[in-house]
DNA sequence: AAGGTGGGCAACCGCAATAGT
DNA sequence: AACTATTGCGGTTGCCCACCT
C-alpha cells in the first residue's frame, strides 16, 4: 500500500510517510499554515520536498479529509460530473467535501470506470437490439425510455458539451482541496496585507520565533535549520481562516502566549 | 503451503498555470 | 515583456495485500 521510504540524491525522503514525520507536518501546517511549500519542509523538520509535503496535507492530513467508502451518492455525482467534464478531477472533488481529487481518481479508476463501461455495453447491446429489431415502433420507444433511465448517465461524452456544471462550480459551501490551499495561503497573504507586508518569516522573527519553547529535533535536519517539533502546551489544533482583526489578534495572543511559556 | 496475479491506493513525476520580480 | 519561482493538476508508478491456482 505505501511505498518504501528511500533517500534521494540530494537526502530528501521519498515513499512512504512515517508517523513522526506527519506529526512533524500536520503540527507545522496547522499552526503556522503553508506560507510556501517549497520552503516548508526545512523549518518544519522535514526531509522532504514541498511538493510531496503538500501533497501529503492535501490528501491524508488534513483534518476534514473524509476517509471511508464511496456513498451511492457521491457514486452518482462523480460519474454524473465525469461525463461533463471528463478528467477534471480537481473540480469534481470541489463537489464531493471531504473528499480529494487523489482520492477521487483512483476510486474512478479502480470502480466507477468500470461500471460505466459496462452501462456502455449494455447501451450498446440495446441499441443493436433497436437497431435489429422489428418489433412496433413502441416497444422500440419503451426500450429507448428505459435506456435513457438506466444509462444515460453512465454514458461518456465530450468534456465540453455540458459546460452547465462548469458554470455553477464551485459552490461557496463545498470547496475543493485546492480551494482549501487558497484559503489557506490567503490566510497567510492576508495577513501580509493585513500587517503591513510582514513575511510570515518576519512573524517568527518578530516574535521571537527563534526562542519559541520547540524541541529542536535536529535528528532529520540535513541543512543547520532548527527543526520545530512542538510541545503539547503550544500545539494548536485550528486557526481562522479569514483574516481579520480577530485573527490578528489570535496571531498577536499566540505569539503572546509563546512568548509567556518561555 | 507456495507462488502468481490483480486490485487498491499512496506517492511520484512532469507539465501547465499563475504569481512575483 | 521576459524570466524565475511556486503551486496545482492529471497521469503514472510501484508497493502491499487478498485472492486464486
Partial sequence: MVKATLVDKNGLRKGAWSKEEDDKLRVYVQKYGHWNWRQLPRFAGLSRCGKSCRLRWMNYLRPDVKRGNFSDEEDNLIIQMHEELGNKWSIIAGKLPGRTDNEIKNHWHTNLSKRV???????????????????????????????????????????????????????????????????????VSGMNGAADSFSPMEIFQDSGFWNQPFIADNNDSQDGYHSLLFTEEVYMPSYPFNYDDDSMNWIQQMMQELQDSY
Fill in 117 to 187: 463501461k459496462q452501462s456502455q455495453s449494455v447501451s450498446s447491446e440495446l441499441v443493436n437490439k433497436e437497431q435489429s429489431s422489428e418489433t412496433s415502433e413502441s416497444e422500440d420507444s419503451q426500450a429507448e425510455k428505459s435506456e435513457t433511465e438506466s444509462v444515460s448517465v453512465n454514458t461518456p461524452s465530450e468534456p465540453d458539451r455540458h459546460p452547465k456544471i462548469v458554470e455553477n462550480i464551485p459552490s461557496p459551501q463545498e470547496i475543493s482541496c485546492s480551494e482549501l490551499s487558497s484559503m489557506n495561503n490567503d490566510y
